[in-house]
């Protein structure tokens, strides 16, 4: 089974507005941790976001927000009023305490941000 | 911190021949991941250390790829003899537990 499951291969998005990226992820472990990166066309990974399992509320970071649903395993990203330089693929991520702490990405959302 | 530095940053070899990529990692994170990225397969976890102590090496594809975390501050990853197939972008990923930070990745070319 998918770690991480990312169901949108591609997204778009009028400047200004804001945008969902869903991210569905499986596992039993109790302890986990559910990352967003930003790769945009230049090829870097950027780190965007973190959620601890045991966090209790939503995090966000200036536009980004993790609309974190334990119950329903989603995590997905809420971009605020999205600029053109938002246009990349987005990546979930999750660590499992469990496992030793590797990392599971989903297939990624490419995400176009129009003017 | 200058961040999770890698290099090089691009590199063509001819088949056959053997190639080291490097790391960096951030000073203190005791988490370090070798991944690579190929449009056709996403980005595969190649393996991972946890104190310089290799985890997982499952997503290593075969033997001729091996790596090594000599310290805390320093890691290869080395393909012997390289294939046109290992032509990729390899990231490098340093991190603790509530964060992971990438280097810029090396795109290696084998012709």
């Known amino acids: 089974a998918q770690k991480i499951t990312q169901t949108q291969p591609g997204m778009f998005v009028q400047e200004k507005e804001a945008v969902t990226l869903d991210c569905t992820y499986d596992?039993?472990?109790?302890?986990?941790?559910l990352f967003w990166y930003k790769q945009p066309s230049s090829g870097e990974m950027i780190f965007l976001i973190y959620q601890g399992s045991y966090d209790q509320q939503n995090a966000t970071e200036g536009r980004y927000s993790l609309n974190f649903q334990k119950a329903r395993k989603s995590a997905n990203l809420v971009i605020s009023a999205s600029q053109l330089g938002d246009s990349a693929m987005y990546f979930c991520?999750?660590?499992?305490?469990?496992?030793?702490?590797?990392?599971?990405f989903g297939t990624g959302t490419s995400l176009t941000v129009i003017p | 911190d200058a961040g999770v530095i890698q290099s090089p940053r691009h590199e063509v070899t001819e088949m056959g021949q053997e190639v080291t990529l490097r790391c960096k990692p951030i000073?203190?994170?005791?988490?370090l991941f070798w991944y690579r990225q190929t449009m056709m397969r996403g980005l595969e976890l190649l393996i991972y250390?946890?104190?310089?102590?290799?985890?997982?090496d499952s997503g290593m594809p075969e033997d001729r790829f091996s790596a090594k975390m000599p310290n805390a501050s320093f890691s290869t990853l080395k393909i012997q003899p390289s294939e046109p197939r290992d032509s990729a972008v390899y990231f490098c990923a340093s991190g603790e537990r509530s964060e992971a930070f990438f280097g810029q990745g090396t795109r290696l070319t084998v012709v």
């Open positions: 991520a999750m660590r499992e305490s469990g496992t030793g702490n590797q990392f599971y």
């Open positions: 000073s203190g994170h005791d988490y």
């Open positions: 250390f946890n104190n310089n102590v290799p985890i997982d």
């Open positions: 596992t039993s472990d109790p302890s986990y941790g």
